[in-house]
């Protein structure tokens, strides 16, 4: 592994192709160790103002490339990232504690979102070119809409600013982007390794607080939309600001994934698939498999084997060497926050069935956590976004139904069972975005990604994403003159 220092990017803003100084300042920190390790600009009102007039500038020139010409820049980023795959993967890991598995997923994931992008901008469908009134001939344009501000979650940084960056870049946009205070640095390493590769201000980079960044995006009139990952308050607040300039949102908010076990799963399936999706990234996952619905008749066997299950996950520092599969909570305010819910959960009548509490070390580790719970209990129905799963019981599909949909979210859900009727009917029923059957967090880049509810609106990933940050426009000749 290199150094932290080789590794490191500019502390710096990104703005007009250029790094360039800040002046106030803020450590982040690696939150396996509780130790600094860049300090990195605060940007001001300012600041986004400067990079937005960049990137309005760039869209002149980058609104009108060919789609070849785009999709061409789109694979050389991928290749880039390629080439410095490893580097990726070690800052990342540095940044947010994640296990060198998770890092490489991640890194891989935001390579083939770039290629996929980099096709799917070629391949562009509407309704046919013809005539649909007497002596007019209607054509349909899908057209870029300027200039896009991004703001992104610390859970996975680069993945999520590329989910962005890909698809605004292929609909011929520019963009501001704005990662998470707590984890800039592989979105700025992101912006060192492509900077030759994009035309000036076409990409650029703001780090510090999303109340100020977030918020002048949002009101600023030089930005058409606003696209946030992010937690549910931030994303009324950036919808509630945009809203006084009519401009377009996308958001991508928080989860609470009900999984639905009946009677006649494989539950030994079923135990394996929770052990991964519902502590993967350490349960800092918006779609992660977090709150378990169990038959009555089956519950007892499930949960001991669930818990069983979850006790020998691996818990350690990225470099504690690739067996770790459990890396720390983000920042000690999250730590904290998650400890909370578990000392709630506790308050409420839930019974620990494993883990329920820190892991005594250095970092901000907690303890992969199964929690038979009582209904209604808080720790099923609020994100907790840690290594905690609950699990509660169900009499009736009926009712398994109606508790799935009884949160305010709305992102992701999973259905066990081997009956195939009954596989297409509750995953029919079921308010989310993404619904699997005897399978949980498997994502595809050519699938939409996206909310319902509280959840948010718009999709990431697949053709859909560049369809949001596109917008259609209808011309119509008249023939005879
Ligand atoms: P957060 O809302 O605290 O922060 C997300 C981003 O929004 C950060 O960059 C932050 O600075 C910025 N922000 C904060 N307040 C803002 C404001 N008033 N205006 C504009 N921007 C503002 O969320 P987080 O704690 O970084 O991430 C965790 C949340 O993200 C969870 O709720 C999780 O479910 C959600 N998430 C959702 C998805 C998805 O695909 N739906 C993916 C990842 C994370």
Partial sequence: MQSTELLLPPAKHFVNGEFIDGTDFFSVLDPSTERAVLDVPRAGV???????????????????????????????????????????????????????????????????????????????????????????????VREPLGVVGAVTPWNYPLLMGVWKIAPILAAGNTLVLKPSETTPLSTLKFAELTADLMPEGVFNVLTGRGSVIGTRLSEHPDVAMVALTGSVGSGVSVASVAAQSVKRVHLELGGKAPVLVFEDADIDAA?????????????????????VLVHESIAEEFTAKLGAAVATLAVGAPDEGESVELGPMISRAHYERVLAHLSKAEAEGARFVTGGGPV?????????????????????????FGPVVSVETFATEAEAIERANEVPFGLAASVWTKDAQRSHD?????????????SHLALATEMPWGG???????????AYAIDDYSRTKHVMHHTGR
């Fill in 46 to 140: 300012q600041d986004v103002d400067a990079a937005v007039a960049a990137a309005k500038r760039a869209f002149t020139t980058w609104g009108r490339t060919l789609p070849g010409e785009r999709a061409a820049v789109l694979l050389k980023i991928a290749d880039r990232l390629e080439a410095h795959q490893q580097e990726l993967m070690a800052l990342e890991s540095l940044n947010t504690g994640k296990p060198a598995a998770v890092a490489q997923d991640d890194v891989a994931s935001a390579i083939d979102s770039f290629r996929f992008m980099a096709g799917a901008l070629r391949s562009g469908t509407s309704l046919s070119a013809g005539e649909y009134a007497k002596d007019h001939f209607s054509v349909i």
């Fill in 271 to 291: 135990v394996d698939g929770l052990r991964a999706a519902g502590y993967w990234n350490s349960g800092q996952e918006c779609g992660a498999a977090c709150r």
């Fill in 360 to 384: 005594e070390r250095t970092g901000y580790f907690i303890e992969p956590t199964v929690i038979a719970a009582p209904r209604g209990a808080s720790c099923t129905q609020e994100e907790i």
């Fill in 426 to 438: 509750v995953a029919s029923r079921i308010d989310a975005g993404t619904v699997w059957v005897n």
């Fill in 452 to 462: 319902f509810k509280g959840s948010g609106y718009g999709r990431d990933l697949s």
